[in-house]
């Protein structure tokens, strides 16, 4: 994955044509539709049709994921919409660590393109930057008192920061006696992701997923509970 493509689909109520495709071209159009609601669909995996002759390398059909927003090509686009179709745009560049210059318009990367219509894309990807470091709310336990973990944590540009960084790094430091809790997730807090890693199995990567935060914590309860026999 390389890139995003965001795009309006023209029409309204659409989503079974992004799925099954129209006269002169095969489904799926997109990976997802995104409802006037701010509703986000997923429509489908892998390859999907929606941006070919592409004048980027990176937003081939093979290379990128589109986003198709309900939207006929004239009308308004309801606030709530946008909000999603940038969330879901941040979602994915965290996802795959793109950098968020590689959130495109369709008219920005085919010629003789309009959409997403009266979108300045400048704009967008300001607003994507910003979300993609918004601090999410602290991990709500679970079945057996388990954190769910909402993000995972990465050594990038800006730094990620919040509630969830200072999670991590004071369960961390159980590991890493040294790590600092400041909320902020550094080369620091990489390295010493790492070495939580290499004790608990977790891939080596200097990234917190849901995968190595599970480990973590079931590694620690264990632990403890050998202490107390």
């Not at 799925?19 to 997802?32: A, N």
Request: proline share 7%; aromatic share 6%.
């Amino acid at each position: 994955m390389r890139g995003v493509v965001c795009h309006h689909t023209a029409g309204r109520d659409d989503m079974h044509v992004i799925r099954d495709g129209r006269p002169g071209l095969d489904g799926p159009l997109s990976q997802f539709w995104l409802r006037r609601d701010g509703t986000i669909f997923v429509v489908a995996a892998g390859l999907c049709w929606h941006n070919a002759p592409s004048t980027s390398a990176n937003h081939t059909n093979s290379a990128s994921i589109g986003i198709e927003a309900e939207n006929d090509g004239r009308q308004p686009w309801p606030g709530v919409q946008l909000h999603s179709f940038r969330k879901l745009c941040a979602e994915l560049t965290k996802e795959f660590d793109l950098p968020v210059s590689r959130v495109v318009g369709h008219k920005e990367v085919q010629r003789g393109k309009p959409d997403p219509h009266g979108v300045n894309m400048d704009t967008f990807r300001v607003q994507v930057a910003r979300l993609m470091t918004e601090v999410t709310e602290p991990p709500k336990p679970t079945l057996g008192g388990v954190p769910e973990f909402r993000r995972t944590l990465r050594l990038v540009s800006p730094l990620i920061e919040g509630q969830d960084v200072r999670t991590w790094q004071t369960a961390a430091r159980r590991f890493v006696p040294g790590l600092v809790a400041d909320g902020c997730y550094g080369p620091a807090s990489k390295k010493a992701c790492e070495q939580v890693q290499r004790t608990v199995g977790a891939p080596v990567n200097g990234k917190v997923s849901a995968e190595t935060w599970l480990l973590t914590w079931v590694w620690e309860s264990g632990a403890k509970k050998e202490k107390k026999a």
